[in-house]
């Protein structure tokens, strides 16, 4: 373990210890959910609702706290403390997690479904519980449930963007995970790798030329005050779930269990259909800061993109959930 890791770790165990010292002591139980957006963003609200119901469920018993903009540091180092049997949970990507299970990096992959319907049936699916119950074994990770949908994600540019060859030698922020570095680079652009609060900076100082993002994220971020373009690519339907530390779920009792996986898939619901309803009116916003968005033919974009499950040995698995989704 990394002399970083061990800082990181002891910082954010520290931070859980002190908010249960600070209004948790009546609770028997905590957890501190850690997640990079910020609190304007649709599925912040559902997390502030999956606390509510969780605490009000279990009168009192369990109590959830909050960490927007990444509090408790990146979501890997948050993976790692629920490695260690933290009462800690984080908002990740399927992509995060593919360096533990394989089979989580397809949800990142390029026009997999569509909409919000389309990978929920994935993630709510028996095919997917099997990933799940892989993780617990393979990383000691609990998933409460893997539907909280932020989106799909487009292309933010300071450059008109029709089709892949407009991207040659534009630096596009995306996550580390291979899924999503592959599609970009299938794209059309070199990826770049940075954390989602270097972003803006990035972008600023012109570390970056672009950036990757769906739009309440890109939105709360501000990023129209650094790009003046939107394209609607719509590459990535990003889904995200809860996930926590098996060893500390293991040790509440059924009932609490339960309450955790039952809000949370509620609240994921919820917020996932609020994203839905907010899409148009973060666009019209955007317009009135001066951003042009771009509806263009994605048609280039999939036919560019496809090869990317093979590269990354997905091929097999992209028709199973394919096969999915047509049933």
Do not use: C
């Not at 501190?32 to 957006?37: D, F, G, I, Q």
């Not at 040659?168 to 996550?175: H, L, Q």
């Not at 990535?236 to 060893?247: D, F, M, P, R, W």
């Not at 955007?286 to 771009?294: F, R």
């Amino acid at each position: 373990m990394s002399i970083i890791t061990r800082t990181w770790r002891a910082a954010a165990l520290g931070l859980t210890l002190v908010t249960i010292a600070g209004g948790a002591l009546a609770a028997d139980y905590t957890l501190s959910v850690n997640t990079a957006l910020a609190q304007q963003d649709p599925l912040y609200r559902g997390l502030e609702e999956f606390k509510k119901n969780v605490e009000a469920r279990s009168a009192g018993k369990m109590a959830v706290r909050l960490f927007p903009g990444s509090q408790l540091g990146k979501d890997e180092d948050v993976l790692e403390q629920a490695r260690a049997g933290a009462g800690v949970a984080v908002v990740v990507d399927g992509g995060r997690l593919a360096v533990f299970v394989k089979e989580f990096g397809v949800l990142g992959g390029p026009y997999l479904a569509q909409g919000y319907d389309g990978i929920r049936k994935v993630v709510t699916s028996p095919m997917f519980d099997q990933w799940a119950d892989k993780l617990r074994k393979a990383s000691g990770h609990q998933v409460l449930s893997f539907n909280w949908w932020q989106g799909e994600r487009h292309l933010l540019t300071n450059k008109p963007v029709k089709d892949p060859a407009d991207l040659a030698g534009i630096r596009m922020r995306t996550p580390g995970a291979p899924v999503w570095m592959e599609t970009i680079r299938a794209m059309g652009a070199t990826p770049t790798p940075m954390g989602w609060s270097e972003v803006y900076t990035g972008l600023q100082q012109k570390v970056i030329d672009g950036v990757e993002a769906q739009h309440p994220a890109s939105f709360g971020s501000r990023l129209y005050e650094v790009t003046n373009r939107v394209t609607k690519t719509g590459h990535i339907n990003l889904i995200t779930g809860i996930v926590t530390s098996a060893a500390w779920f293991d040790k509440l009792p059924p009932e609490q269990q339960k309450i955790l996986k039952e809000e949370a898939l509620k609240a994921g619901d919820s917020a996932s259909r609020a994203t839905e309803a907010s899409l148009a009116d973060f666009e019209k916003q955007m317009k009135e800061k001066g951003v042009t968005i771009e509806e263009i033919d994605v048609t280039p974009f999939r036919k560019a993109t496809a090869p990317v499950y093979e590269k990354l040995g997905y091929a097999e698995l992209h028709k199973e959930v394919e096969r999915l989704l047509q049933n």
